[in-house]
């Protein structure tokens, strides 16, 4: 299996525009997870969905943020308009029942 | 309190020495407990998941788990170079609909020296 494959791997935008983060989680796992993690946070749990469905979007921070899952093989996470304090790296994570999660190698999202 | 916490570091120790990582948790209620490992620049990978009070091992690794403390450790035994990174504790929810849920602590940097 390729594992959790996310893109772009590295994102430099300019403060006011839309960023559209990538996800394909691994086959058969029902669980998909959007974390952030920046030095003075540590790892933030944004929101995650369960087959398809989002359970728990607590974390997202404002507004801006937005995610979705239109089919089991893919999931988007937006940021309209972008602030430079959004700047991170941002994992997708999937997992089976069996709440073992697998990250992906993460997307660095550097807002000017 | 935080719900997972960790002891931030840095945890120096000697190439062949034991490294000992401690997490303690405060949801009674939680039943499966993971270590993973993040390189710098990298994301985390799993080492090992532990749902049992006791110890379980795998190879150089073993988790120790204690849910009448709510404690949960890693040991990683002849420590080498390449075990330098943050380990993070993650433990899962109660349930309801917080099932498949992680909580992460924040990390603890771990330098092993030659």
């Known amino acids: 299996d390729a594992g959790v494959i996310q893109s772009p791997r590295h994102e430099v935008t300019e403060m006011g525009q839309e960023v559209t983060l990538r996800c394909k989680p691994i086959s058969g796992h029902d669980y998909l997870f959007w974390y952030r993690q920046t030095m003075m946070r540590g790892l933030e749990l944004l929101i995650y969905f369960n087959n398809n469905v989002p359970i728990d979007d607590s974390g997202m921070p404002e507004d801006r943020f937005s995610a979705k899952m239109p089919n089991a093989s893919f999931s988007t996470l937006k940021i309209q308009p972008s602030e430079p304090r959004d700047s991170a790296v941002y994992f997708c994570?999937?997992?089976?029942?069996?709440?073992?999660?697998?990250f992906g190698p993460g997307t660095r999202l550097t807002v000017l | 309190q935080k719900e997972v916490e960790q002891n931030s570091g840095p945890l120096s120790v000697p190439e062949g020495a034991i490294a000992s990582l401690n997490c303690t948790y405060s949801d009674r209620g939680s039943q499966s407990f993971f270590w993973y490992r993040q390189y710098s620049g990298k994301s985390p990978e799993l080492i090992m998941f532990?749902?049992?009070?006791g110890d379980k091992e795998d190879g150089r690794f073993t988790a120790q788990l204690n849910k009448a403390s709510q404690y949960v450790s890693l040991l990683i035994r002849d420590s080498q170079p390449s075990d330098s990174a943050t380990y993070l504790c993650a433990v899962t929810s109660a349930g309801g609909t917080s099932y498949g849920k992680l909580t992460f602590g924040q990390g603890t940097i771990l330098t092993v020296h030659p």
């Open positions: 532990i749902y049992s009070n």
């Open positions: 994570a999937s997992s089976n029942p069996s709440n073992t999660q697998y």
